[in-house]
């Protein structure tokens, strides 16, 4: 058991006892969010923080029926080629008062709160409808659809029934459809991990492992899970030419990702020298 304290003082920081109460509650906030197992004494500036963090929470439950969530898509492009293959749906929040959010500003409150399996679901609806659109105007080509889900979702028992009625429901084929998983996410009870994604996999889905290199998975693991894609984490693609080791360590990567019959795609491309030097290496596909 690990604890996460908040410590409110009297009567410094309030002199009555739901005065304390509330304070106290605030600084055990913080505590959580400092990484748990720690403690922290309330200050004022914690009530703004508790302030915000409660209208995000409101504004999260209220904004997915207003219809403020909106999905941009970021292309997928093959290195060799300069081709459009695929493409990532992100979410944005276009918020009434503070306009266009990114994950980066509430994800982790939806998830705090359980709204991220709302949310990942009408993600999951209305980028598979996108799809299906965009299939219609290029009928000849068709894109692979990346869909990030969260750590709630996939614990979630009913993913693969719900995935394949939306599959259904929108006409998208399944073999168009990616799904990208954190390797955080991936590593947390490994036998029940192995039979989602074994689910998963069964209705013909793609799997990718996002951000890879930033977590813990083991090369034993990494056999062991039904994934058919790594994506590379951006830092490793910012500090190419930066220093000495990311070529190498790169060149390592996509050359595991041929071994295991894995893709490998590189994330944070921002440049043409990138790009070159990626595709030199035998990086297949890349996003901007």
């Not at 909106?70 to 060799?80: A, K, N, S």
């Not at 992100?90 to 990114?102: K, T, V």
């Not at 609806?125 to 990030?148: D, G, I, K, M």
């Not at 709630?152 to 799904?179: C, N, S």
Request: glycine share 8%; hydrophobic share 40%; charged share 25%.
């Amino acid at each position: 058991i690990t604890p996460s304290l908040g410590i409110s003082l009297y009567p410094v920081d309030g002199k009555d006892f739901d005065t304390l109460l509330r304070n106290a509650d605030a600084a055990m906030y913080k505590a959580k969010e400092a990484g748990r197992n720690a403690f922290r004494f309330y200050s004022s500036e914690m009530n703004v923080a508790t302030l915000k963090h409660l209208l995000m929470e409101s504004g999260l439950r209220r904004g997915l029926g207003a219809r403020e969530f909106v999905l941009h898509y970021q292309p997928l492009v093959d290195l060799r080629t300069g081709e459009i293959c695929g493409t990532e749906a992100l979410l944005r929040w276009n918020h009434p008062h503070r306009g266009i959010l990114s994950p980066a500003t509430f994800i982790s409150i939806a998830e705090e709160t359980g709204e991220i399996v709302r949310i990942g679901q009408w993600v999951l609806e209305e980028s598979c409808r996108h799809a299906v659109e965009f299939q219609r105007l290029r009928p000849s080509y068709p894109l692979t659809l990346c869909v990030n889900i969260s750590a709630a979702e996939f614990r979630q028992h009913d993913l693969p029934r719900r995935i394949a009625e939306i599959l259904e429901e929108t006409g998208l084929p399944a073999r168009q459809l990616k799904l990208e998983l954190t390797e955080s996410v991936l590593i947390h009870d490994i036998p029940s991990t192995l039979d989602m994604l074994g689910e998963l996999r069964d209705l013909g889905v793609g799997l990718a492992i996002d951000d890879f290199g930033t977590g813990y998975s083991s090369l034993s693991y990494l056999q062991r899970l039904p994934v058919d894609t790594l994506k590379v984490d951006r830092s490793f693609i910012a500090r190419l030419g930066v220093d000495a080791t990311s070529g190498p360590v790169l060149r390592a990567i996509v050359e595991m990702g041929n071994a295991l019959n894995m893709n490998v795609i590189a994330e944070g491309i921002e440049n043409q020298w990138q790009w070159d030097s990626l595709a030199d290496i035998g990086c297949r596909q890349g996003q901007g």
